[in-house]
């Protein structure tokens, strides 16, 4: 194969470009070769067997006890069809009846998942346990805990708030906002109420904190922010959290206490996910794999990224979206600016995007739009998102929507006609930039 042609992957399937002979490709940026775990059930049992900063399971549980457990949706890599059997068997054994565990999963501001799409994620029966589907905007399913130091009022779902254990299946990887993901992310946003999701997520639109991947949590004021409000439910959360390679295998699970099991996980992850850089390239081209189902996970391949190109570089993102646009309130209006106009105002703009009030535009969308623009002030994005439809793609002027990859290659090539040098991600998804020493 040409050094010029590039295989990335596309959905299960892969894809190919090709690029300008003189450009460089300084460097192909996949995620450290960690192995998976021979035996994953073998994993997940020595994690429940010995939990980090808490008691195991065995010793809280008891009859006749409520316990919920949380799980992330299907919008997440996370093997819950591996890790949930497993805890509910530790569960029955510590005494508790399916007729006191209730299912809750983490949607957040995501759409709701089918009974189905449950019990498949699952990867079990599911009967006598109760399912519910988490409503951010139903106030009847809501309890507040109250205020935090940094003014999110936190509402959470009753059956969570309500019960006397809860354990939380989740996934630690990078994330835009809350450096990675995991812990207590599940709880805020993930069992939240809209109010709660859209203050907390609000707190990093700032210039120094729009883009938190991979960052210390102890400057992320989001992430500081959804822990103390998790901590208002008291000592009763319980994490299982996996850490999975870009093959979406487990590489490691940790559990116990949310805050000191996740930052456990989050060393492991940082290691298999952060890709140490020198400097910044011309080109950037990124695949949203392994984050393929819609265009709001896909784009954090653009967001895990967006480091890694140089000022007024290119930023090409290849988005495999399988179910089209997923829950992105952006897109539901036109917005009032041309990407032209967008240009030239952004500056400005930016500043008013904490207080401004855009119809179509969501609380919880406000700091993806101070992402967008602060991404586009940065360089020229390109995306090649072929299942999201045109009408859509005209809402977000934010980057250029390309038909075929051919198209955002020559379209780079226009303003790289000469050498360039290029980085390329075939796991964007997942991977970010390092630059640290």
Known sequence: MPSNTLQLPWGNESISLSLPQKWEVRGILEPSSLLPCPDAKAEILRALAEPIGARRISNLARAGMK????????????????????????????????????????????RPMAEAEIAERGGMNLDGIQTVTHNCDDPEQMRFLGTTSYGTPVWVNRTVADADLVVSLGCIEPHLIASFGGGYKNIVPGVAGRLTVAHNHGLNCTPATFNMVGQPIEHNTMRLDLEEGSRMLGQKVWVVNAVLNHCKEIVRVVAGDPVAAHRAGVEVSARLNGVKLPRPADVVITDSHPMDQDLRQGVKALANTIRAVRPRGILITLVRAEEGMGVFGLANRKFPLGRGALKVVAPLLVKFVPRIKLTGMGEEDRFFLYFALQAMMRARLILYAPTIPAEKQANLPFAEFMPTIEQAILTAQAKFSGAADVLVFPYGGITYPDFGS
Request: proline content about 9%; glycine content about 10%.
């Open 67 to 110: 316990v919920t457990i949380v799980i992330d949706d299907g919008s997440r890599p996370t093997p819950i069809s591996q890790m949930l059997p497993v805890v509910v068997a530790e569960l029955e054994a510590a005494g508790v009846g399916r007729a006191q565990m209730a299912l809750v999963p983490a949607l957040g501001l995501h």
